[in-house]
């Protein structure tokens, strides 16, 4: 007859012989039955003592080995990965997916997805100097830390993520034609510079599958990327000063959050308006042209998703969205995004390359603009690695973030 079971915390049960934590048995070795023994004979048969010590080192056993009641999940493309030794949070991506994908249409990861700059990007700064004998890397400022002295980071990364104990949940990957070791929460990546790289996320995903519906959600980021200059001011002009000149339609006049003026009245009704209001007034007033030039470009792109049955994450919708803000001409069935999204927006695997030319309008009046460069850059971090924290606001910050998928 088997001993009877004392339950000594939700899910945790003792007897003589072992403790019971769910399905996991962790039988008493050595010393701890002779002591339970001894506890016994010397105190006629009363175990309280014995059963008081088992609970409160089974409520620390518990506390520790708790991950094992917890469903280790997939790790998919967008999933929030975190290192040890960088300044920010990256996006896990997957470029070339292995045939398998969760419901909302993303690809699962396996345990060689580990390259840098395909499945991980820049964490940007790192606080741990090279080991001896490593290539030096040089010292950047980073925003979030501007008095800390961090290295620029540069992932060098281990053959494969490193499997915790719990996970060995394998999936089929069509491209070798053999069972594969998926990547799941609780694994883990080393960095040769001394970083561990875990996953800290695996968000749910707002998907648009061809709804029509999607709001957008990056006004802060827009914010960053277009400034808000409550007056009128040239977009030629680096130092966004005030422009004094009348209406002139090859100065790329703009107002507030990149409401571009396209005619002389406007110019004048808008002059006046800042001449005559508050600064409240005014700032309504910008949020005002912001939430109308947004309202187009946002339908013109869920227009776009629902008669295509395209399927976007929130971060590649709100991409777009700022691209088309700036290029309304950008996102069409004969332009080289609208292609790649009618091709690929159904599995969201899609070809970096032609998304890169998707993105790449880079010309006012048939000069390029580094501005422009630096903006659509900008907009391409966000739709591969979903990073709505920084906007890198110049070339020189572009480079050293590692962004620069158009070239300047």
């Known amino acids: 007859m088997a001993d009877e079971k004392t339950e000594v915390k939700s899910g945790v049960t003792v007897n003589k012989e072992a403790v019971f934590i769910g399905d996991f048995e962790f039988k008493f070795q050595g010393n701890l039955i002779k002591q339970y023994k001894e506890w016994k004979d010397a105190c006629n048969g009363d ?9 409160e080192l089974m409520a620390k056993h518990y506390a520790f080995y708790g991950q094992f009641q917890k469903e280790n999940k997939y790790v998919k493309s967008g999933s929030v990965l975190w290192c040890s030794g960088g300044s920010k949070l ?58 800390a002295i961090l290295y620029k980071c540069i992932p060098m990364l281990n053959g494969s993520w490193s499997k915790s104990k719990s996970s060995k949940i394998k999936i089929w990957d069509e491209s070798t034609g053999k069972y594969v070791d998926a990547i799941t929460t609780g694994d883990f990546l080393t960095c040769f510079y001394g970083g561990i790289i875990e996953i800290i ?3 749910k995903v707002n998907r648009a599958k061809g709804s029509g519906n999607m709001t957008f959600s990056g006004a802060s980021w827009l914010e960053k990327a277009e400034r808000k200059v409550p007056y009128i001011y040239s977009t030629k002009d680096p130092s966004y000063a005030q422009w004094t000149g009348g209406f002139n339609s090859n100065a790329d006049l ?22 005559t209001h508050s600064q409240a007034d005014i700032e309504t007033e910008i949020q005002r042209y912001l939430q109308n030039d947004l309202s187009g470009s946002v339908t013109q792109v869920n227009n776009f998703l629902k008669n295509n049955g395209i399927t976007l994450q929130q971060h590649q919708f709100d991409a777009v969205v700022s691209l088309v803000f700036n290029y309304p001409a950008s996102l069409s ?21 032609n998304i890169i030319d998707g993105f790449t309008y880079t010309k006012f009046q048939g000069s390029r603009i580094d501005g422009l460069v630096t903006r659509r850059n900008n907009e391409l971090n966000l739709f591969f690695k979903a990073d709505y924290n920084n906007y890198y606001d110049s070339k020189s910050n572009v480079i050293a973030a590692g962004i620069d998928h158009i070239k300047y």
């Open 47 to 55: 175990v309280t003592e014995y059963e008081q010590t088992a609970k």
């Open 90 to 147: 990256t996006a896990f991506d997957i470029l070339h997916d292995h045939g398998v994908v969760q419901k909302d249409g993303t690809p699962i990861g396996i345990c060689t997805d580990c390259k840098a700059n395909e499945n991980i990007y820049t964490f940007e700064g790192c606080k741990i100097p090279a080991p001896a004998g490593y290539p030096e890397r040089p010292v950047v400022t980073v925003k979030s830390q501007p008095q």
């Open 201 to 203: 996320e695996v968000p």
């Open 254 to 275: 703009t107002f507030g959050i990149g409401h571009c003026i396209k005619s002389a009245s406007e110019f004048s009704q808008i002059s006046n308006f800042v001449a």
């Open 333 to 353: 069935s004969s332009t080289d995004l609208g292609k790649e999204l009618i091709a690929n927006g159904n599995s969201g695997n899609f070809n970096q390359q």
